[in-house]
């Protein structure tokens, strides 16, 4: 067990105790959403840092969880498997979706994914027979008693999962596969890498955990509207978390989920209707002075540090 | 549904296609020269319209007489932006680029908002209840037209620009090969500095000509921001006469589906269009080249 493992079963223990300690709800609340963006930015990292495909349509696998949820429960069933039939609709989805857009490379790649993701939002909106359209659709309660600590431990669970998941993959050969794709997809190809496969099945785990995070949100709230669940915001918001922290890390997502949500909810209540004012100013300068997001920046910092305090071997010297 | 209600819902869709186009064109040129994902096209668009909104309330002179202000303003905040933000990110650095115009276009949203409220405007010409006929029971709305007209003229001027002009032929030699443009003398930041200016001050000017027809709220940019995108695509990388073509095709397209389904299904219609022409010909209907 090295030093990075034992900080990391600490920071969950310890994440798992903080109800025991907070008591407001409110706190939790944030809390809840700061876990949640973490596995969701931890989600969108596979597709968009291991792959380098940037997404910006994830609300469709959110939304897909989220309705997933509350229309299955309409044809009678239990809340918990109505979550698996979300999963399920979300990887359909994400089959189809990626079968789209994976042939497009670069900003129409980006564009594709919007698109598909708009179809769904504006579908729900006008299938009103099937969602409810507008006016809503309820959703069950997957929790009762305790509810706001379940809900916290679930994304905490759930964050767990996905950072799990995600170490899982960049120490095994699909994740390399995945990182050669990212790096230069004709190469990978010209390796032999099924890069169309390679990046479907990223894109499948990460919409069947996105689509999770989306039953939860939607059942803390008991009720959703499809601009709500499968609206743009969601979607720049997951791409965002983990650019913030730094794509392609495992730390980043976790962190751009922390310093986002903690910096949205600051503003909210200090700036009030400027909010949206600083949190675009905060999004151009993370762009301007931490171009690598903030854990890549660290991580390249500390490497160039690193170098510079120990002189290059001599072959290297000898070879240049 | 006669033919008649179809024939006026292409016409009426054929004058909101016209400011389509400018607004699609304006994305193409910035697209094509520098490949970035502008998120923050239609709230420049917004600010076009906000910009006019002023202007007329503070003169009281017509909106179709103070485009040029929209535009010029539009034109030195477009190369602010350029020179201040865009130019300091890393070449293919895509990723930061789309940050960079979500977080622009937060900003523009949301200072706007601040400053005039969420409340809805419209200005009226007076010429809003003037419907020219055209004959077989059909006509035209006056402001529609006027604003038509404008717009097909200014586009006119951008497509000369950009193929006539000496910025344009390097706009192009750089949405081409953009590692040649440089080698053959062409001082690339200026361009693209020039080409992102000329853009935005084409979104502004569309929100010009858009005030007198279109209610005025902070995310009106929004819908236009994503019909901008589809329109460039369905154009072809970056090609403005294809562009404005697909401007002019969404404009019609979504009237009929009006018609036909429902208001509610006009963007859906376009988004599917759009998915479709970039799986089965990701050159764009109009465009050559591939994608």
Redesign the interface.
Known sequence: MTRSHALAAAAFAGALLVPFVVRSDYTLQVLFRLFLFSALGLAWNLV?GYAGQ?S?GHSAYFGAGAYGLALSTRLGLPAWPSVGVGILVAMLFALVIGG??F??????F???T???A??LR??A??LTGLTGGDVGAAVPALFSGQVVRSFYWSAVLLASLAAAATLAVTRSRFGYYLMAIREDEDTALSVGIDTAKTKLAALLISAALTAVAGSLYASLFLYIVPDQVFG?DIS?EV??VA??GG?GTIAGPIVGALILETASELFKNVFL?????I??????F???FL?DGIVGTIVRRRTLARRRAKPPRAPDHAAA | MTAQAAVQAAINGLLTGGLYALVGMGLALI?GVM???NFAHGAFMMLGMYITFVAVGATGVSPYLMFPVAGLVMFVFGALVYYG?LS???AG????Q???T??????C???V??VFGADYHLLNTGLASTNLALGYGLSVNAPWVVSFAIAAAISVGLYLFVLRTMTGRAARAIAQTPAAAPLMGINVHRVQAISFAVGTAAAGVAGALLLPVFYLYPTVG?QFT?KA??MV?LGGMGSIVGAATAGLVLGVVESLTSLYW?N??A??VD??L??LV??FK?GGIFGTER?
């Not at chain 1, 042939?103 to 129409?108: E, K, N, S, T, V």
């Not at chain 2, 650095?93 to 930061?96: K, P, Q």
């Open positions: 968009g940037l910006l789209v857009s042939r497009l490379r670069g900003p129409y980006a564009l594709a919007i698109a598909c708009e179809i504006l579908s909106k006008n743009l720049n791409a965002i650019m913030l794509v209707e400027a909010h949206l004012l949190y675009g100013g905060l999004l151009v993370v762009v301007l171009p | 697209f490949r970035i994902v933000l300091r990110l890393p650095a895509d990723f930061m789309i940050l960079l979500i977080g622009l276009s937060l900003i949203t949301d200072a908002q601040l929004d994503e995108f589809v695509v429902g509610q299904w963007l859906v988004f599917v759009f998915v970039l799986s990701p994608a």
